[in-house]
């Protein structure tokens, strides 16, 4: 094992820790929609130094916008400070699960 295979390791352990923290923080924190398996819906993709959480929220007449961006910039200082990185959201409003159009494909 040279250091190349090692740092390689080291940063794909590093990589898929920061996911699974992004997503569980996220999908405690915001009411996610969930597909009929149960799993939310979140995708992390990394620019450069960036990491983006993107994802659906299922809209209903019970949430408060004020709540929801209090909840998006907290979440995103929070996981900033925590994985010492920039962190930006991209969540979208659904009215149903059958309005994605993956479903259909």
Known sequence: MNATTALANTSSRLYACTS??????IATTI???KNRAGKHRLVIKRRGNVVY????????KRLD????YWM???AEEFLSLLLKQPVKLELQFVTDE???AYNYI
Do not use: A, D, E, W
Request: glycine residues 8%; contains cysteine; hydrophobic residues 40%.
């Open 98 to 100: 059958k309005v994605l």
């Open 65 to 68: 916008i004020r709540r929801i």
């Open 20 to 25: 699974q923290i992004s997503q569980r923080y």
């Open 72 to 74: 998006f910039g907290f």
């Open 31 to 33: 009411p996610l929609c």
């Open 53 to 60: 959480v993107t994802g659906f929220l299922q809209h209903s």
